[in-house]
């Protein structure tokens, strides 16, 4: 059976965190996206959503969780690429559950191909996805 330090086709990992308008916060602060829908409840309640939302790439932060501490955490993580695909809002209070499975290995190059979903607590999709990630043995 074809793996890279451990990992084969079919595993899979998860990571869940419930999003608190801190999270938020600090998201803006450190990534500089200061749009008024995240932070500022009056303009939000004029959009769509009628609330403030989280950043989409907050969600997409916790698939990194996921790759980067829970899939190989035995081994040296590096992104190689990511597509997302935003499909519902994420709110406060809400609790998201990033999960990884690994789709495909390609053993020489040490790449992994990895599916990527953040569930809400309902269950309903909000990001879906498809990762690529090399993996390296650490010495």
Same mark, same amino acid.
């Given at each position: 059976?074809?793996?890279?330090?451990?990992?084969?086709?079919?595993?899979?990992?998860?990571?869940?965190?419930?999003?608190?308008?801190?999270?938020?916060?600090?998201?803006?602060?450190?990534?500089?996206?200061?749009?008024?829908?995240?932070? $500022?409840?009056?303009?939000?309640?004029?959009?769509?959503?009628?609330?403030?939302?989280?950043?989409?790439?907050?969600?997409?932060?916790?698939?990194?969780?996921?790759?980067?501490?829970?899939?190989?955490?035995?081994?040296?993580?590096?992104?190689?690429?990511?597509?997302?695909?935003?499909?519902?809002?994420?709110?406060?209070?809400?609790?998201?559950?990033?999960?990884?499975?690994?789709?495909?290995?390609?053993?020489?190059?040490?790449?992994?191909?990895?599916?990527? $979903?953040?569930?809400?607590?309902?269950?309903?999709?909000?990001?879906?996805?498809?990762?690529?990630?090399?993996? $390296?043995?650490?010495?």
């Amino acid at each position: 059976m074809t793996e890279v330090c451990g990992v084969k086709v079919g595993d899979r990992a998860e990571f869940s965190k419930t999003v608190s308008a801190e999270d938020i916060e600090k998201f803006a602060e450190v990534t500089g996206d200061a749009n008024p829908l995240h932070r $500022d409840a009056e303009y939000a309640k004029k959009t769509r959503f009628g609330e403030p939302i989280a950043h989409g790439m907050l969600s997409a932060g916790y698939i990194s969780a996921v790759l980067g501490t829970k899939l190989a955490p035995h081994a040296c993580v590096v992104y190689v690429s990511q597509t997302l695909r935003f499909l519902r809002p994420v709110k406060v209070g809400d609790t998201i559950r990033a999960s990884a499975e690994v789709k495909g290995i390609d053993e020489e190059k040490r790449l992994l191909t990895i599916e990527t $979903d953040c569930l809400n607590q309902d269950g309903n999709a909000v990001v879906k996805g498809e990762a690529v990630i090399l993996l $390296d043995p650490v010495a």
